[in-house]
């Protein structure tokens, strides 16, 4: 895996014919992979791909909750096309999941997130990124033993969203369920990024030079 490579989508080229989770692998249209700039500084984490991922093949893409992180994403700079693109132009941020296959009528077990951790962790490693964004309760317990000095279940997205949660190397920035938020609840999260994590020079600091 090339951690310089030009390509948004899948750009460590991890097996898009992945089969170690029979269970997800079977109800699947795409594994979705991760997306974005592998020279950026953020590295935003969901459970599972939507429906309109899984449709697509790339991360955060056609539905409302994929519009809604696009939009945040856009109001942060991260994003220089619509909401709505179906191939997000994205510059110092990368978009991934726990688990890359979506299962249409339930959320991925315990062991299928363990047996998926590979793929985050190579895209985290290859990335080193300075900050990641756990989107939702599941990914911050995910990540909790791994990334943080705390407990899993020391966290309360509801409570810890739009914070900043210092970890072992990283900072994470917590972000609510998309399909849980509230349009106040996306522009506090802008806020905090905005006023709290930029103002400490991270912005831009590592993105592309040219696309």
């Known amino acids: 895996?090339?951690?310089?490579?030009?390509?948004?989508?899948?750009?460590f080229g991890m097996d898009e014919q992945c089969t170690n989770c029979p269970g997800l692998c079977e109800e699947r249209t795409n594994v979705v992979h991760g997306y974005g700039d592998v020279g950026g500084e953020f590295i935003f984490i969901a459970e599972r791909p939507s429906e309109g991922a899984d449709t697509a093949g790339i991360p955060f893409t056609g539905d409302e909750a994929g519009r809604r992180l696009q939009w945040i994403l856009g109001e942060l700079g991260f994003v220089r096309?619509?909401?709505?693109?179906?191939?997000?132009?994205?510059?110092?941020a990368f978009c991934t999941y726990l688990t890359r296959c979506r299962h249409p009528d339930r959320k991925p077990s315990?062991?299928?997130?363990?047996?998926?951790?590979?793929?985050?962790?190579?895209?985290?490693?290859?990335?080193?990124?300075?900050?990641?964004?756990?989107?939702?309760?599941r990914v911050i317990e995910s990540l909790a033993m791994e990334y943080t000095t705390q407990s899993p279940d020391s966290f309360d997205i509801d409570e810890v969203h739009a914070t900043t949660v210092r970890g072992r190397g990283f900072e994470l920035v917590p972000m609510l369920e998309l399909d849980r938020q509230s349009d106040a609840d996306s522009e506090a999260f802008i806020e905090h990024m905005t006023e709290n994590v930029f103002s400490r020079d991270y912005r831009q600091t590592k993105g592309r030079q040219s696309r």
């Not at 895996?1 to 899948?10: I, K």
């Not at 998926?116 to 939702?136: D, S, T, W």
């Open 1 to 11: 895996m090339d951690a310089h490579q030009p390509q948004l989508e899948n750009p």
């Open 81 to 92: 096309s619509e909401p709505d693109a179906a191939k997000p132009d994205m510059q110092n």
């Open 110 to 137: 315990k062991n299928e997130i363990d047996t998926c951790e590979p793929y985050l962790n190579a895209e985290i490693r290859m990335m080193n990124p300075q900050i990641i964004v756990p989107i939702g309760q």
